[in-house]
């Protein structure tokens, strides 16, 4: 089973069009709700006017002095308010303030527009560097939404004696989901006898997190808050903390109103106000010996956090443990800081921080190469962490690792060498296009960052039925990534069942635990291996309890099942995370175990670029990793593709336009995304080596093909076009004329 | 509040009648109207194609089909390709590929790529990747899409 290219569970329903996703539920009596946001980016606001023309009495209104618990946004740190009140602060340009509701959606637009803030406006800090300057202090006293160091030996030690020492800075650009489902949310309230009871059905990657957001914004207890996760048309960690935010005004209108109540964001409020990837800023300092070997790692890598501290503190986290990308080096020095500007709050997105820092390390390795006359393939080789190394914060590498093999592989699909040498012989010619092709070598840490996994301390479990068939019941949701076929199979083959006979409970609080959050590429290696346990244990219970003898048939099990659950009513059995025994890590000193494993890629990309429009097409693109034993070839190859898409859309074409802290390019037509057009077939190269956490020998593998493709398509632009100063993601067609010109006009 | 005014359509071969408000969009008729959810709106602008149909046999952004336009018109939809339980040739390589993740491209994807498969029986991939640029994906980087559309047609086409 585990190894099978299982037809994903929920197929059918997408492709007859049946799936249900939020705003296909039918909600009789349903209104409409709708957000007024602050439109200035920082200010006191002073007071709220009903324009004229609206029939208000027919509108449910609500402010923040409705709210009846506790108005911050449960998550890392509890700073964002639902709603601004008056004379509160308001700090970035979409902030809500009023909701309203009406059966009317035309109507509810049209109100929407008639409402208008008195705000005393203060100036704003727009970016990074004047967060950093502390023009204005605007959050805490340093304007810090989190900072972390890291150190491994000294590398203040190391630079006066190096052969080589070569800095350099590297900035990437914000980056929307752009999930093809926007933000949605129904929400219903009921007077019940033991008090109020909330429900909210949505589009939502963790359903505990927007729980616990509930609770807290109507000061409820556990069993009044209840949350089911609808179909979901992708996520991406846009739907990881922003759905507390919507559920929360889609409840309090709910609350107020006493109906039902649908908020739908249309494509340019999600794109304006909700998370995207954090912008960086990466300055790095490296020292070399002479023949290349990596001595000293200094890196400064700083994230603009936007204007409440929401995602930022682990999205730091993660970049901060990757910045030191696969290489072997005795002294590291990393310090990381996130910062707040008046700008809505970025978040989480595949990669998670990640793909930042490692842009800025890989691009660096094809710098440093070029500047000490090395070959960018045999410096990478000679710096390769193997077994037995040691990480930035101690970790040391257990697992057999061989990313030379892995490197090789890549290069052999994509013919790099034979390509270096046609291409830079072509190039010389007059002919405008320039070809290129260049790598990026990388890992990406699986499961919660640090102490997360223990901290979270999931539980799954599996229910038998009546019908003596089995169900799965986590919290983790289906956004399209498969869980629901690969935790299927993981307690198939756990069990000897034929697939067919278990299925995954629908997400909903009131019926499955807490299998903490659908993110960090968890899903597979954490809840897979507790739903693994869990399915034994329950196995076992059955042979215990004298209903199942063993070895069974499929028939044989499900009769036990069925006489199980007659007998007893109903039969479940729960497993709870473990911390495997050799795994340590200390978040005071950040030292220790930063993931229990990772998984390991070598990216290669061809390019052309055309110099008459500095269009840029990939023409070929390679996607080589480990990630364990692969649970699920086909959908496991889909994940590869579609994050090496994203990729290669944040490297090349995805910029999001910012004018006094609000996004102004927010339309499809304005953000530009990938086309089939637009890309080639992606070659997905899996090489297995089981991983002893993960079921069956998995590892995670969602975030990672986020990671490499942007280095590695800007260094094929670097061997194409010769040393431009290609610092930057995106590189669009007019920030490369603008390199160019750089150049070619001194 | 606006007249509203009836009209006819032939839907998924069964004929309908709605009274709706001049201005609505085919695109909420079908879907609040007609409860044919299967058609998603993913931005509203004519942009992504996730509300793509077929109207008199071409295809169209339902999004920016004023309803009054569709007024005898013969409309399919996503829940008009399989006949019953028994899916259509493209709809049945979508699943066998993994073509669908997240699934809420996959309607308008699947009648642009039955349409594409309709007028040109045996696509190369640069003709499959223009046939279906109209359709934005955010999940499968087109791959499994394109490895569907080209089992299908060689194995005798949509039609089949
Ligand atoms: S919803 Fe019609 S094209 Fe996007
Ligand atoms: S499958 Fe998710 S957008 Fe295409």
């Not at chain 1, 080789?381 to 892995?406: C, P």
């Not at chain 1, 070598?441 to 038998?464: I, K, Q």
């Not at chain 2, 709706?20 to 959810?37: G, K, W």
Request: charge should be negative; aromatic fraction near 6%; proline fraction near 5%.
């Amino acid at each position: 089973m585990i190894g099978a290219s299982s037809i994903r569970k929920e197929g059918r329903a997408k492709v007859m069009g049946t799936a249900c996703y939020t705003d296909d539920k039918f909600v009789p009596d349903a209104l409409h709700g709708v957000t007024v946001r602050s439109q200035v980016p920082r200010g006191i606001l002073k007071g709220i006017q009903f324009g004229e023309g609206i029939p208000w009495g027919e509108f449910t209104i609500v402010t923040a002095a409705d709210i009846p618990g506790t108005n911050r946004v449960a998550s890392v740190v509890h700073d964002q308010p639902f709603l601004v009140g008056i004379g509160e602060e308001i700090t970035h340009p979409e902030q809500p303030v009023v909701l309203l509701a009406h059966p009317d959606r035309r109507l509810a637009e049209k109100a929407r527009k008639a409402v208008t803030l008195e705000v005393e406006e203060r100036p704003a800090i727009l970016d990074i560097q004047a967060s950093l300057d502390l023009e204005q202090v605007i959050y805490g006293t340093h304007n810090l939404l989190k900072e972390i160091r890291i150190q491994k030996g000294d590398p203040e030690a190391v630079w006066a004696s190096a052969a080589h020492v070569i800095e350099g800075e590297y900035h990437t650009g914000a980056q929307e989901q752009m999930y093809l489902e926007t933000n949605a949310m129904v929400a219903v309230v009921e007077q019940e006898a033991a008090g109020l009871r909330v429900t909210v059905w949505g589009s939502l990657q963790c359903p505990y997190y927007v729980h616990g957001a509930l609770k807290q914004l109507f000061g409820l207890p556990e069993g009044q808050v209840r949350v089911v996760a609808m179909e979901m048309g992708g996520a991406f960690g846009g739907k990881e903390d922003y759905p507390s935010v919507n559920a929360g005004h889609a409840a309090l209108l709910a609350w107020k109103s006493g109906r039902p109540v649908k908020v739908v964001y249309d494509r340019e409020e999600d794109l304006a106000c909700t998370t995207k990837r954090h912008p960086s800023r990466t300055r790095l300092k490296t020292a070399f010996d002479a023949e290349g070997h990596l001595l000293a790692l200094d890196v400064d890598f700083v994230l603009d956090g936007g204007a409440y501290a929401t995602m930022s503190p682990v999205v730091l986290s993660r970049g901060a443990l990757h910045s030191a990308s696969v290489y072997r080096c005795p002294n590291v020095k990393v310090h990381a800081r996130a910062v707040a500007t008046n700008t809505p709050p970025p978040g989480a997105f595949r990669g998670f921080g990640a793909p930042q820092s490692l842009f800025a390390m890989e691009r660096h390795m094809d710098v440093c190469a070029r500047k000490m006359g090395l070959d960018a393939v045999e410096l990478r080789r000679k710096n390769f962490l193997r077994m037995g190394d040691t990480m930035a914060t101690g970790q040391v590498i257990r697992e057999d690792l061989d990313l030379g093999g892995l490197m090789d592989r890549a290069l052999e699909e994509i013919d790099y060498h034979r390509k270096r040498t046609t291409f830079a012989a072509a190039n010389d010619s007059q002919n405008p296009i320039k070809r290129g092709v260049g790598l990026a070598v990388f890992m990406h840490g699986c499961g919660f960052t640090g102490g997360g996994e223990s901290y979270l301390a999931s539980v799954a479990g599996v229910e038998g039925l009546a019908d003596g068939t089995v169900s799965i019941l986590a919290a983790s949701t289906e956004m399209g990534q498969g869980k629901n076929t690969v935790f299927a199979q993981i307690v198939a083959e756990a069990l000897k069942l034929p697939f067919d006979m278990v299925e995954t409970a629908e997400v909903d609080t009131d019926r499955v635990p807490n299998s903490g959050p659908t993110v960090a590429s968890r899903s597979t290696m954490m809840v897979g291996r507790i739903l693994e346990d869990a399915a034994i244990s329950f196995k076992q219970a059955l042979v215990q309890q004298g209903f199942l003898k063993e070895p069974y048939t499929a028939d044989g099990f499900r009769e036990a099942v069925a006489k199980a659950v007659a007998t007893l009513g109903s039969v479940k059995c729960y497993g709870q995370y473990h911390r495997p025994p050799n795994i340590a890590w200390n978040d005071a000193t950040y030292q220790g175990d930063a993931y229990p494993t990772y998984s390991w890629a070598c990216y290669a990309a061809e390019v052309a670029v055309d110099l008459d429009t500095y269009e840029v097409k990939v023409e070929d693109f390679v996607a080589v990793q480990e990630v364990g034993r692969v649970v699920n070839p086909t959908l496991a190859a889909g994940q590869i593709e579609g994050g090496v898409a994203q990729g290669i859309g944040w490297g090349l074409w995805e910029e999001v336009t910012m004018k006094q802290g609000r996004m102004i390019n927010n339309q499809m037509t304005n953000y530009i995304i990938p086309t089939s057009a637009d890309l080639p077939q992606i070659r997905v190269v899996f090489l297995e080596n089981p991983h002893p956490a993960g079921p069956g020998g998995a590892k995670g593998l969602g975030e990672l093909p986020m990671d490499g493709p942007a280095p590695a398509l800007i260094n094929a632009l670097e061997n194409a076009l010769g040393p431009l100063r290609l610092d930057e993601v995106p590189m669009t067609p007019d920030r490369l004329l603008g390199r160019y010109e750089e150049v070619t006009h001194g | 509040m606006a007249k509203q005014i009836t009209l006819k359509m032939t839907v998924n071969g069964t004929d309908c009648v709605v009274t709706v408000h001049p201005f609505a969009r085919l695109l909420d008729v079908l879907r609040e109207e007609l409860r044919l959810t299967g058609t998603k709106e993913g931005c509203g602008e004519g942009e992504c194609g996730a509300c793509t149909i077929l109207m008199n046999g071409r295809v169209v952004n339902s999004c920016l089909v004023p309803v009054v336009q569709a007024q005898g018109a013969v409309v399919v939809t996503v829940e008009g390709l399989a006949q019953g339980e028994r899916l259509s040739s493209v709809q049945d390589a979508f699943l066998t590929y993994n073509g669908a993740q997240c699934g809420f491209c996959t309607p308008g994807m699947l009648i642009s790529a039955t349409d594409l498969l309709n007028r040109c029986p045996n696509p190369t991939e640069g003709e499959i990747r223009e046939g279906l640029a109209g359709n934005l994906c955010r999940c499968t980087g087109y791959a499994k899409i394109v490895d569907a559309v080209r089992a299908v047609a060689a194995d005798g086409g949509a039609a089949k």
